[in-house]
């Protein structure tokens, strides 16, 4: 059994930053792409960042565009979202997913993700 555990979430102020992180256990998942989604109330979760499995391929949303980066460790069969210039809309709950197989970044928002984890909630104040 595959388990994402995300941390790293808390509440900040507009400009401030935050580095989620995801760390997976039960199987190796060098071969997947993953990536981070997020959940506002009321909102669809939407495919916030994504990256292939061997991380020469990502994905951003538009409106992160500049202000976040993913990266993985396949070391440590993990993957961090590095968040920056934080907005109030950025307030969400932010998931972990995990899709196999991970040739693209893409396949993150084409296909239903294999794993999620429970997620981590990010809160910005103005």
């Known amino acids: 059994q595959v388990l994402l555990v995300e941390s790293g979430g808390g509440s900040v102020q507009a400009g401030d930053s935050l580095r989620l992180s995801c760390e997976a256990s039960?199987?190796?998942?060098?071969?997947?792409?993953m990536g981070w989604f997020r959940q506002a109330p009321g909102k669809e979760r939407e495919l916030v960042a994504a990256i292939s499995w061997n991380g020469g391929n990502t994905y951003y949303l538009d409106s992160v565009k500049d202000r976040y980066t993913i990266f993985r460790d396949h070391h440590k069969n993990a993957v961090y979202l590095e968040m920056s210039s934080l907005k109030p809309e950025d307030t969400a709950v932010y998931y972990c997913a995990a899709t196999f197989p991970g040739r693209t970044a893409q396949v993150m928002a084409e296909s239903r993700p294999n794993y999620w984890g429970q997620g981590t909630q990010v809160t910005v104040s103005s």
């Open positions: 039960g199987r190796p998942l060098s071969s997947y792409a």
